[in-house]
């Protein structure tokens, strides 16, 4: 599968129509597996879900068939983007949870349990966001292994496979960038 991917990655680039829609079906399930196990820490009651994030990111990948953003080094870059707009995605959809219009300001409360914890995940992600992206400006890489494994869901086995390290890379980077993270947001 790797090689037909490439293949076909190649083609897209080369701005072949047929390129995206046989692509799709190709990274559909790992695309939705990644997306299902993201959105897995969200609170219950989310109106986002796996196959909405999936599509909503493969059309930000692939949507613009003229743009020169089109360039993936193979499988590994491809759902490294997959990651980065999943996330981005996630970000504006808390952004605007906050705003005025849609609410922000206004906590949902449940009558069962007023105390849930989950009202404050949105003010979260937007920490996480702020965060990552100092550390990114300070360490790209360890930045990238946060969103892979975090963001995508990617096992740290799969983040050292698509970063091309050993799983006892991946695992350092995890680790420092964990406590760089916590360190930041808890200032």
């Known amino acids: 599968m790797s090689q037909e991917l490439t293949q076909l990655l190649e083609s897209l680039e080369r701005g072949n129509p047929d390129a995206a829609?046989?692509?799709?079906?190709?990274?559909?399930?790992?695309?939705?597996?990644?997306?299902?196990?993201?959105?897995?820490?969200?609170?219950?009651?989310?109106?986002?879900?796996?196959?909405?994030?999936?599509?909503?990111?493969?059309?930000?990948?692939?949507?613009d068939q003229g743009s020169d953003s089109l360039r993936w080094d193979g499988r590994g870059h491809f759902f490294a983007a997959a990651a980065e707009a999943m996330r981005r995605i996630l970000v504006e959809r808390a952004r605007r949870k906050q705003r005025i219009k849609h609410g922000g300001g206004l906590d949902r409360v449940d009558l069962e349990d007023p105390t849930d914890p989950a009202n404050d995940l949105w003010d979260r992600i937007?920490?996480?966001?702020?965060?990552?992206?100092?550390?990114?400006?300070?360490?790209?890489?360890?930045?990238?292994?946060?969103?892979?494994?975090?963001?995508?869901?990617?096992?740290?086995?799969?983040?050292?496979?698509?970063?091309?390290?050993?799983?006892?890379?991946?695992?350092?980077?995890?680790?420092?960038?964990?406590?760089?993270?916590?360190?930041?947001?808890?200032?």
């Open 21 to 63: 829609e046989t692509l799709l079906p190709l990274v559909y399930d790992e695309l939705r597996r990644l997306a299902a196990a993201r959105l897995s820490h969200e609170p219950p009651g989310q109106t986002l879900e796996a196959t909405g994030l999936v599509h909503e990111a493969y059309l930000r990948l692939v949507g």
């Open 126 to 187: 937007l920490e996480v966001d702020a965060a990552l992206s100092k550390l990114s400006a300070e360490d790209k890489v360890a930045a990238d292994v946060v969103k892979l494994h975090y963001f995508s869901g990617l096992s740290l086995d799969e983040v050292g496979e698509v970063m091309g390290m050993s799983r006892a890379s991946a695992y350092r980077q995890w680790t420092y960038a964990r406590s760089w993270l916590k360190t930041e947001i808890d200032r």
